[in-house]
Structure formats: structure tokens, C-alpha cells
């Protein structure tokens, strides 16, 4: 009998080329790889697993979600510390459960939610290094909260989007996005029904350019209907992003990160 499970990761994406397996890419070289090895140890045969959010290379993950399917039943314990004895340091298993069949990580997501740290003082980090984007000069918060606001709703965000973004539509759902500084770090928050290929990353860049006063806030509208890439920021660096939740229906009862996992991010 096939039995679908469903788990909670945490991963650190610098050494990673991205989630996603790819033909020309080691099992070394993405967590996806990594993950399904670890897993089809503990089972004793091959395991495939469906992601709730593909991230890109160097980005980071707290909440993501995947789910498989295994003929040989194990127990929450087992497929969780049995995968992780398999796994390199940076990648973990947080939690495990058994799910309904028709739950899908990707396609049962309501929403994913996006963390971006910017750690934002005249010194760099020597321990933050890998983990946030430094940014010497003093960000205006205030002018990126004014600026937050046009980007709320249901949107074309073709400016935001890479060039090799392969989304059919260009539009997606931003339900929240608040900027807050926490004390040399500025945070970022997003949550969307779904992002386009280095969404968060050219909206952060863009966000970034009016918190230096480079921009008034009223200049993300312009950009937005643009519709042009070339007409936004630069895209921010792929290390200070985080996966940080992934919203479903209650009847799944998908496990959730802790909110206060590591203090900056505890906003």
C-alpha cells in the first residue's frame, strides 16, 4: 500500500545551485537531491518528492514543505532522524507526519510567505556573512513602508521578473508585505499566492534603492507599469532570502516553523 508523508525542512542554500534536481548537476549540488537520497536510504528503494516552493541558488529555506510516497511504511521518528543520519549539516528534516492522499505541496499551498534579511550598519558581519545582504548605508524604513503599499493586490509583475522566468502569467497575489527594522537588521516580509522567478530578490533591490534615497516611493508604481524588467532594481543577493512558510488548509495540519527560531527573525 502506498502511504504519502509529508515534511518540514530547514536548509542553508550557499552551497547549493538551487532546490531542484538538474540533469547536469551532482546529487551534491541541490538540496532536492539531497533530500531524496536521505529518504530513499530510510525506505530501501527510490523516493521522489514534490516541493511547495522551488528556491534558486544560495537562497535559504525555514518552511519548506515537501511531500512523497513510499510503499514501505515507517514511523514519523524514523523517516525524519533516519533521513537526517544521511543528510550534510545544512540540511535538515524538522518534522515528519503521515498525510491524506490528495495533499500536494505545491498545489494545495494557499500562500507562501518570504523573509529577507538585510543586516544594515557601516560593518559587515562576521558571523551573519552567509546568512544576510550587508548594506553599509542607513536605510529609510520609513520610506520603504510608504513605498510597500504599491504593491499590494492582484498585479502584472512582469518588472520583477527574471528573464529566464518560465511562469505562464506574469500575475500573481501579494496579500502582505511589511518592512521592519530590528535593530541593525531590516526585515522583509512578503506573502503571495506564488512568486515568479526572482521576484522577492528584484522587489527587495527595488525597496532597497528608495531606502538609500536613490528613489521617492511613488516609483515603484512607475515601475510596475512599466512592465520592464530594465526599469527596476538590482536583484538582491540570493543568501539573505528565506522560505519561511507555507500556508495550506487547516485539514492537512502541515507542521509550521517556531517563530522565534533565530531572534532576527522573530519579527
Given amino acids: 500500500m502506498i502511504e504519502r508523508y509529508c515534511s518540514l525542512i530547514e536548509y542553508q542554500g550557499y552551497n547549493y545551485s538551487g532546490w531542484q534536481c538538474q540533469p547536469f548537476l551532482s546529487v551534491e549540488q541541490t538540496v532536492q537531491a539531497q533530500v531524496e537520497r536521505a529518504l530513499s536510504a530510510v525506505a530501501g528503494q527510490k523516493i521522489t518528492c514534490v516541493c511547495a516552493g522551488r528556491t534558486d541558488a544560495g537562497v535559504n529555506a525555514l518552511g519548506q514543505v515537501i511531500h512523497f510516497d513510499s510503499e514501505i511504511s515507517r514511523d514519523a521518528h524514523t523517516w525524519t532522524f533516519g533521513a ?3 543528510l550534510p549539516s545544512d540540511i535538515r528534516i524538522v518534522k515528519t507526519l503521515k498525510i491524506a492522499a490528495d495533499f500536494d505541496a505545491r498545489r494545495s499551498a494557499l500562500s507562501r510567505t518570504y ?12 558571523v551573519f556573512s552567509r546568512y544576510c545582504w550587508h548594506i553599509p ?39 502582505a508585505l511589511q518592512v521592519v527594522r530590528v535593530d541593525d537588521f531590516v526585515i522583509i516580509e512578503v506573502r503571495a499566492n506564488a512568486f515568479l522567478h526572482n521576484m522577492v530578490r528584484n522587489i527587495v533591490g527595488t525597496l532597497v534603492e528608495v531606502g538609500r534615497g536613490k528613489r521617492p516611493p511613488e516609483w515603484i508604481a512607475e515601475v510596475l507599469v512599466s512592465l520592464d524588467r530594465r526599469k527596476a532594481g538590482m536583484t538582491a543577493a540570493p543568501y539573505g532570502l528565506y522560505l519561511y512558510r507555507v500556508e495550506y488548509p487547516e485539514k492537512f495540519s502541515v507542521p509550521q516553523i517556531c517563530n522565534s527560531i533565530i531572534p532576527f527573525f522573530a519579527v
Avoid: H, T, W
Wanted: net charge positive.
Fill in 84 to 86: 537526517n543520519s544521511n
Fill in 115 to 126: 523573509r529577507y534579511v538585510i543586516l544594515n550598519r557601516s560593518a559587515a558581519s562576521g
Fill in 137 to 175: 548605508q542607513k536605510l529609510s524604513v520609513e520610506k520603504m513602508q510608504e513605498a510597500e503599499q504599491y504593491l499590494l493586490g492582484e498585479r502584472d509583475f512582469s518588472a520583477f521578473r527574471s528573464s529566464q522566468c518560465q511562469a505562464k502569467s506574469p500575475f500573481r497575489r501579494f496579500d
